[in-house]
């Protein structure tokens, strides 16, 4: 009985040292989990910290590629209007040039109808000035003819 009475002392002596010596053990396991968590932790809150200025500059370049389309989006805008006009314009000046090219082409018919006028006068021209010519020849030797009847009188 003193024997088992030693034998319990001992088991309850060495039982907590047991447990101590296993508790160190987890406690230094755990110590360990812990760091590597807390070193898991701080890496990811860097990468954290990276993504998050990297969103932060996304951000920034989705803001102004967006101010730049609405930029851009308001000279297309102005650009379609100044089109509108631009054509607008086109199509009144051609009219106007359809009505010159008429209005000249009714002149060139015109010029030749003239042409032919002035070619058909000259030429009756001529033909007057042909008989002209003639008259007044037929005129000088009339009044040749006149001049020397009258000194045939007086003399």
Do not use: H, W, Y
């Not at 010519?133 to 009258?150: M, S």
């Amino acid at each position: 009985m003193k024997q088992m009475l030693i034998l319990m002392c001992v088991i309850t002596l060495g039982f907590p040292f047991t447990l101590t010596s296993c508790c160190r053990v987890e406690m230094t396991s755990l110590k360990t989990a812990l760091q590597n968590t807390e070193s898991e932790r701080d890496g990811l809150k860097a990468r954290l910290d990276t993504v998050t200025r990297t969103r932060d500059q996304l951000q920034d370049q989705v803001n102004e590629l967006t101010s730049s389309r609405e930029q851009s989006q308001e000279q297309v805008d102005e650009l379609t209007k100044r089109l509108v006009k631009l054509t607008s314009s086109r199509d009144q000046l051609q009219e106007q040039v359809d009505e010159l090219t008429q209005s000249r082409d009714a002149a060139v018919i015109d010029a030749r109808k003239a042409q032919e006028r002035i070619d058909t006068l000259a030429a009756q021209l001529q033909a007057e000035t042909g008989k002209v010519g003639e008259l007044q020849g037929q005129l000088k030797q009339i009044q040749a003819d006149i001049a020397e009847l009258q000194k045939k009188l007086n003399l």
